[in-house]
């Protein structure tokens, strides 16, 4: 603009004078500015760590600002980049009063499982006068470890699920006469069996003493997580695997609250994670810390691997969860012909993830022939998984087959539903 004026200055002296002056306040303005500051080492930007993010759930980075000049000052920040992490806001800003701290929040949501490492910060500082603006490049290197996010869990058990628990069965059911847990003791009545006197008791009191037992509380979960390339197509924004990792852990979670030991076994051409059921938070902990970062293979899985390590180490009846798809023929077949030597000794649960696309491609009236040619797959892949899941039915394995968003909390109604029924 004052550029502008000099060049009108050839009509009067005056307007030249008047540029004079405005580029002198403007030159006055501008060392104002410089002297006022705050200088580059005057503010400081920390990040804030925190524990973990859980996958798809809005989380929010934290960062702590210190200015300690003497001048207030407009603040911006803006996160180097990564594939990992969507950003709700590319840039946030905030005022930050004279020798005063802050703190900022940066709404972000986490996009893949495992460890991730934040960068570069990208700073930019201003004060009231706003001529100048300063900017920064803040090195804050920090890893973020993202789970499967187990927020279902919580929401569920703040509707229902104490509820549920109760009415499934979960509290000690003490039925006279059965069962392996020592409960108390009490004399002789009609209708107690032989086999139920305690002789010691009987011989320390002079009559009759039976021992009434409750039933075992405790009982084994198996989760068996198919890790192979059948698990690595998207449904949504999410891989079918992690659907599968995410409904896992929920179910090793409420299954903590019934004291059930839970044991995990993920395997794609080889085992890649086993463990024993074992109850308890500590050995839920080191399971969702080996499992949280596991990826899908392209490779066949080995089913007779998996399942024979379940068949060497489980010889209590035991329930037996198997995340896995059947689209593929070879490996539909494979799986059924395992599954059933499994379902004869224990009460096997097989989870399936239909995808909503192969209903739209049935459903859809066809237009041309491209949506010939994907109805006639559909139909072929929908043929197969009906057919798998006959044979399942015959074998005696139950099954859930619902959309992959349902999965969770399918999952944990048909778990409470097989203790509420004592099926194992």
């Not at 005056?14 to 580059?40: E, H, N, Q, T, Y």
């Not at 628990?165 to 000690?172: H, P, S, V």
């Not at 491609?361 to 491209?370: F, H, M, Q, R, S």
Request: charged letters at 25%; hydrophobic letters at 50%; one cysteine or more.
């Amino acid at each position: 603009m004052i550029a502008a004026i000099f060049a009108l200055g050839s009509l009067s002296l005056v307007i030249v004078w008047l540029a004079i002056s405005l580029l002198a306040l403007l030159l006055a303005f501008f060392a104002a500015d410089c002297f006022v500051g705050p200088k580059r080492n005057e503010i400081v930007v920390q990040r804030i760590e925190g524990d973990h993010f859980s996958l798809r759930a809005l989380e929010h980075l934290r960062y702590r600002i210190v200015n300690t000049s003497n001048a207030r000052a407009r603040i911006g920040l803006i996160e180097e980049p990564l594939p990992q992490l969507r950003f709700l806001q590319d840039e946030i800003t905030a005022a930050a009063p004279a020798r005063s701290q802050l703190e900022l929040e940066r709404p972000v949501v986490p996009l893949l499982r495992g460890a991730l490492t934040l960068g570069t910060v990208y700073v930019w500082f201003e004060n009231t006068i706003g001529l100048v603006r300063r900017r920064l490049r803040v090195k804050l290197a920090h890893e973020v470890r993202v789970y499967p996010d187990l927020g279902l869990v919580e929401r569920y058990g703040n509707l229902h699920a104490r509820n549920r628990l109760i009415e499934a069965g979960l509290r000690k059911m003490r039925l006279r006469g059965i069962g392996t847990e020592f409960e108390s003791l009490r004399e002789w009545s009609d209708g107690d069996q032989f086999r139920a006197i305690n002789w010691k008791a009987t011989a320390r009191r002079g009559k009759l003493i039976v021992t009434q037992h409750e039933v075992e509380r405790s009982q084994n979960i198996m989760l068996l997580l198919d890790c192979g390339r059948l698990m690595t197509p998207r449904i949504d924004e999410q891989r079918k695997f992690d659907y599968a990792i995410t409904a896992a852990l929920s179910a090793a979670t409420i299954a903590g609250l019934a004291n059930d030991k839970v044991g995990f076994v993920a395997f794609a051409n080889q085992i890649l994670f086993a463990s024993v059921p074992r109850a308890g938070k500590v050995a839920l902990a080191e399971a969702s810390q080996r499992l949280y970062d596991l990826e899908p293979r392209f490779e066949e899985s080995d089913y007779g691997r998996a399942f024979g390590y379940v068949r060497a180490h489980l010889h209590k009846r035991s329930l037996i969860v198997l995340f896995t798809d059947m689209f593929d023929p070879v490996a539909s077949a494979t799986v059924l012909s395992e599954i059933g030597l499994l379902a004869r000794r224990h009460l096997v649960l097989c989870v399936l993830m239909n995808d909503a696309a192969i209903e739209a491609a049935l459903a859809k009236v066809p237009g041309e022939p491209l949506d010939v040619y994907r109805a006639g797959v559909a139909a072929s892949l929908a043929e197969e998984r009906r057919a798998a899941r006959a044979i399942l039915a015959r074998t005696g394995v139950r099954l859930i087959d619902v959309p992959a968003a349902k999965l969770t909390v399918s999952l944990i109604d048909a778990y409470l539903d097989i203790k509420q029924r004592a099926l194992l």
